[in-house]
């Protein structure tokens, strides 16, 4: 547990003010938790800006993590560089929260998780997208033994990729792109929360267009030389003795395929898009004719931020953090040894553990996150 306490609310500075970093500004706001009260980017311009748009100061990065009324630091800064400002943070003496993935590799990842119990400081990690409506409503039914006990379940992305759309999308086929690292942390979160921590893996991957055409503007024409494993297929074996098919793909233009279900002993659960809060979630029991819907146990109007709104209540309330460093590190685990098990071909053990997160009381609304 941390060993600091911080003030109600926690002040918040904001270093990466890209574009994800409008949801954080509109969405903290609805926490009673959490204020941003700074924010900083390499590009002192930019900070400028959304320091002018929504009412912080706008200091430098360095600034920013000497302050003594920061007292977490969101980190959204690119994948290469979410170590590298999370150590700087923790060393600064601050609680930190990071955008997906931890790191890029595990012994950076356990470093900053190091780092703060040295320190007594917390770690937080999207995605916190589990803790939504769609995602705890499925957790309630398959704790609640709606569909018996959890034997086997699927989960897919398939997409042909970001060349398309994204206006620079080359960083997702370079070192620490893929699907797995980009969009793998919603789905392994989801399935630990749903049915726990993960005990051997086994994959295989491979690039399907070593070349990709940019059709998206203003890059228009340009060519990317792939560098990652753009198809990753896994098999991935629960501690608790179920598996799961894993296909995390930017080789895919259309499909039919579910996002995630669960397939228990009594009955089949359709789990609603992990890259959102939301749902619908499906459900049919063994005797049961056709598919129905749920209705949601929990708010569907909880958003992006929640995660360190429920970090910085786990401070002042000395308990454990739902969106924690330690289950981000174990699903940056499962995630590389994807890659791992298909190269050296074999299956191979995940080292580490975490406990399903504490779900979240009834009918949460946006303001305050109770234990």
Same mark, same amino acid.
């Given at each position: 547990?941390? !060993? ?45 800006? !959304? ?17 003594? $009324? ?23 003496? !601050?609680?930190?929260?990071?955008? !997906?993935?931890?790191?890029? $590799? ?12 040295? +320190? ?19 957790? @309630? ?51 630990? /929360? ?30 990317? $030389? ?32 579910? +996002? ?15 890259? /959102? ?48 460093? @330690? ?45």
């Amino acid at each position: 547990m941390s !060993k600091h306490t911080i003030p109600d609310p926690a002040r918040v500075g904001l270093v990466g003010c890209g574009n994800i970093s409008d949801r954080y500004f509109r969405f903290c706001r609805t926490f009673v938790d959490v204020e941003i009260v700074a924010c900083a980017d390499l590009l002192p311009e930019r900070a400028r800006a !959304k320091a002018a748009q929504y009412g912080v100061r706008a200091p430098a990065v360095d600034e920013l993590l000497d302050d003594p $009324d920061i007292d977490i630091v969101l980190n959204l800064t690119i994948p290469q560089a979410h170590a590298e400002v999370d150590l700087a943070a923790l060393e600064a003496g !601050k609680h930190v929260y990071s955008e !997906k993935p931890l790191a890029l $590799d595990l012994t950076d990842g356990q470093r900053v998780l190091a780092t703060a119990a040295e +320190r007594g400081l917390r770690v937080g990690c999207a995605p916190d997208t589990f803790l939504g409506g769609g995602q705890q409503t499925s957790r @309630k039914l398959i704790d609640e033994g709606w569909i018996g006990r959890p034997v086997a379940a699927v989960a897919f992305l398939a997409s042909h990729g970001h060349e398309h759309w994204h206006p620079d999308p080359t960083f997702y086929y370079k070192a620490g792109g893929g699907p797995m690292l980009d969009m793998g942390p919603y789905y392994i979160t989801a399935l630990v /929360n749903l049915l726990g921590p993960v005990a051997r893996v086994s994959g295989s991957t491979r690039i399907s267009f070593p070349r990709r055409r940019i059709t998206s503007e203003p890059k228009y024409g340009e060519m990317i $030389d792939v560098e990652v494993s753009t198809h990753q297929a896994a098999l991935l074996e629960f501690a608790a003795g179920l598996t799961a098919t894993v296909v995390m793909s930017f080789d895919v233009w259309s499909h039919n395929l579910p +996002r995630i279900e669960v397939y228990g002993t009594e009955g089949s659960l359709v789990v609603p898009d992990p890259n /959102n809060f939301r749902g619908p979630v499906l459900l049919r029991r063994a005797d049961a004719e056709a598919w129905s819907e749920t209705p949601l146990s929990h708010s569907d109007r909880v958003e992006r931020s929640i995660g360190v709104a429920d970090m910085a209540s786990a401070i002042r309330q000395n308990r454990p953090q739902r969106v924690s460093g @330690k289950l981000a590190l174990h699903v940056l685990e499962v995630m590389l040894a994807v890659e791992e098990a298909s190269a050296g071909e074999r299956h191979v053990d995940i080292a580490s553990s975490v406990a399903r997160p504490k779900p979240l009381p009834l009918g949460l609304q946006p303001g305050r996150v109770e234990s």
